[in-house]
């Protein structure tokens, strides 16, 4: 069993068999923009992040079981989330996609996190990253509003003005 993983804000499967993929974490790379306290600094792990999940399987095995997801950091034993769909049975030639939402999905920290899917006694993985990005005080560039323009008059305008 081989799979294909990728992350996205929204992912809904049609009638046509199409899925619909808004907001795609390209890389399978989410990058959380935290804020600033008033003390200066982000607020402390973990963070709340709502993430949908598409796992497509290939290669499923064909003998109906039990499929489970499991999300887990890299350096963590214990799964941070899990989803069983039962009875699922492979199809030669054929895909299984997953759509797995998860609101909120509790992140300990950055770093790796891996998906592994298990069904009889196949199993496969895939990779995701979680990055955290803060403002920096130093670096942020206020403007002040621009001085207003002078509105440019016509030709006609000025030579009328020019007779007066």
Known sequence: MKMKLL???HIEALASTKLLVV???PDNVVVLDLPLLADGNPPPPP???DITLLCTLLDVPEEQGDLQIEVQAADAGTPLARIVMPQVKGEPGKSTNVIAKLSPFPVPKAGMYFVRATTGDSSTEDTFEVRVRTPQPDRIITRSAPAPRKQARSPA???SKATN
């Open 7 to 9: 992350l996205a804000d």
């Open 23 to 25: 907001g795609l974490f």
């Open 47 to 49: 963070y709340a992040v």
């Open 157 to 159: 305008a000025r030579r």
